[in-house]
Protein backbone atom coordinates (compact mmCIF):
# COMPACT_ATOMS: atom_id res chain seq x y z
CA UNK A 1 0.00 0.00 0.00
CA UNK A 2 0.91 3.70 -0.70
CA UNK A 3 -0.29 6.58 0.53
CA UNK A 4 -0.14 9.95 -0.76
CA UNK A 5 -0.66 13.24 0.97
CA UNK A 6 -0.72 16.94 -1.02
CA UNK A 7 -0.20 20.06 -0.23
CA UNK A 8 0.67 23.41 -1.39
CA UNK A 9 -2.23 24.58 -3.21
CA UNK A 10 -4.44 28.14 -3.43
CA UNK A 11 -4.97 30.43 -5.06
CA UNK A 12 -2.90 33.06 -6.73
CA UNK A 13 -3.19 35.91 -9.58
CA UNK A 14 -1.82 35.13 -13.28
CA UNK A 15 1.92 35.24 -13.56
CA UNK A 16 2.51 33.66 -9.93
CA UNK A 17 3.70 30.58 -9.08
CA UNK A 18 3.08 27.77 -6.67
CA UNK A 19 4.69 24.49 -5.83
CA UNK A 20 2.85 21.26 -4.74
CA UNK A 21 4.51 18.76 -2.16
CA UNK A 22 3.03 15.22 -2.34
CA UNK A 23 4.73 13.62 0.41
CA UNK A 24 4.12 9.23 -0.07
CA UNK A 25 4.36 6.28 2.49
CA UNK A 26 4.08 2.55 3.07
CA UNK A 27 5.63 0.56 0.27
CA UNK A 28 7.51 3.04 -1.56
CA UNK A 29 9.89 0.70 -2.94
CA UNK A 30 7.39 -0.57 -5.34
CA UNK A 31 6.83 2.42 -7.08
CA UNK A 32 7.54 2.90 -10.68
CA UNK A 33 6.75 6.01 -11.42
CA UNK A 34 4.68 9.22 -10.42
CA UNK A 35 3.08 12.22 -11.60
CA UNK A 36 0.39 14.73 -11.03
CA UNK A 37 -3.14 15.08 -12.91
CA UNK A 38 -5.32 17.85 -12.94
CA UNK A 39 -8.96 17.67 -13.54
CA UNK A 40 -11.02 21.25 -14.43
CA UNK A 41 -14.98 20.97 -14.18
CA UNK A 42 -16.41 19.52 -16.95
CA UNK A 43 -13.13 18.50 -18.42
CA UNK A 44 -11.06 14.77 -18.23
CA UNK A 45 -8.46 14.45 -15.66
CA UNK A 46 -4.79 14.98 -17.60
CA UNK A 47 -1.42 14.36 -16.61
CA UNK A 48 0.43 17.43 -16.13
CA UNK A 49 4.00 15.98 -15.37
CA UNK A 50 5.39 12.34 -14.53
CA UNK A 51 8.94 10.86 -13.59
CA UNK A 52 9.75 7.75 -13.59
CA UNK A 53 12.14 5.26 -11.85
CA UNK A 54 15.02 5.60 -13.66
CA UNK A 55 14.46 10.01 -13.41
CA UNK A 56 12.61 10.78 -16.75
CA UNK A 57 10.48 13.11 -16.74
CA UNK A 58 7.45 13.64 -19.09
CA UNK A 59 5.22 16.95 -19.84
CA UNK A 60 2.01 18.00 -21.10
CA UNK A 61 2.61 20.69 -23.64
CA UNK A 62 0.64 23.06 -22.10
CA UNK A 63 2.83 23.07 -19.00
CA UNK A 64 6.15 22.79 -20.70
CA UNK A 65 8.75 25.07 -19.84
CA UNK A 66 6.17 26.36 -17.02
CA UNK A 67 6.22 23.28 -14.51
CA UNK A 68 8.66 21.46 -13.23
CA UNK A 69 8.18 17.96 -11.45
CA UNK A 70 10.91 16.68 -9.25
CA UNK A 71 11.61 14.69 -5.90
CA UNK A 72 13.47 14.04 -3.15
CA UNK A 73 13.63 10.32 -2.87
CA UNK A 74 15.41 11.03 0.68
CA UNK A 75 12.61 12.56 1.54
CA UNK A 76 10.05 10.41 0.03
CA UNK A 77 8.15 13.52 -1.83
CA UNK A 78 7.28 14.89 -5.23
CA UNK A 79 7.01 18.13 -5.94
CA UNK A 80 5.30 20.04 -8.64
CA UNK A 81 6.72 23.53 -9.51
CA UNK A 82 4.17 26.42 -10.85
CA UNK A 83 5.31 29.03 -12.43
CA UNK A 84 3.94 31.63 -14.83
CA UNK A 85 0.09 30.54 -13.89
CA UNK A 86 -2.48 31.29 -16.25
CA UNK A 87 -6.39 31.01 -15.18
CA UNK A 88 -6.56 27.77 -17.84
CA UNK A 89 -4.23 25.94 -15.16
CA UNK A 90 -7.22 26.20 -12.73
CA UNK A 91 -8.38 22.62 -11.58
CA UNK A 92 -8.05 20.14 -9.02
CA UNK A 93 -4.30 18.74 -9.48
CA UNK A 94 -3.77 15.14 -7.80
CA UNK A 95 -0.34 13.40 -7.14
CA UNK A 96 -0.80 9.70 -8.44
CA UNK A 97 1.97 6.93 -8.01
CA UNK A 98 2.12 3.49 -10.02
CA UNK A 99 3.33 0.11 -9.24
CA UNK A 100 3.08 -3.10 -10.72
CA UNK A 101 -0.10 -4.01 -8.87
CA UNK A 102 -2.26 -0.74 -8.42
CA UNK A 103 -2.69 3.16 -8.92
CA UNK A 104 -2.16 4.65 -5.76
CA UNK A 105 -4.23 8.32 -5.84
CA UNK A 106 -3.30 11.47 -3.31
CA UNK A 107 -6.75 13.04 -2.33
CA UNK A 108 -6.50 15.91 -4.56
CA UNK A 109 -5.57 19.70 -3.90
CA UNK A 110 -7.34 23.43 -5.48
CA UNK A 111 -5.29 25.46 -7.40
CA UNK A 112 -7.73 28.58 -8.87
CA UNK A 113 -5.45 31.17 -10.59
CA UNK A 114 -7.29 34.49 -10.78
CA UNK A 115 -7.18 36.92 -14.20
Known amino acids: QVQLVESGGGLVQAGGSLRLSCAAS????????MGWYRQAPGKQRELVAA???????NYADSVKGRFTISRDNARNTLYLQMNSLKPEDTAVYYC?????????WGQGTQVTVSS
Open 96 to 104: AARSKVSDY
Open 51 to 57: VTRGGST
Open 26 to 33: GSIFSINA
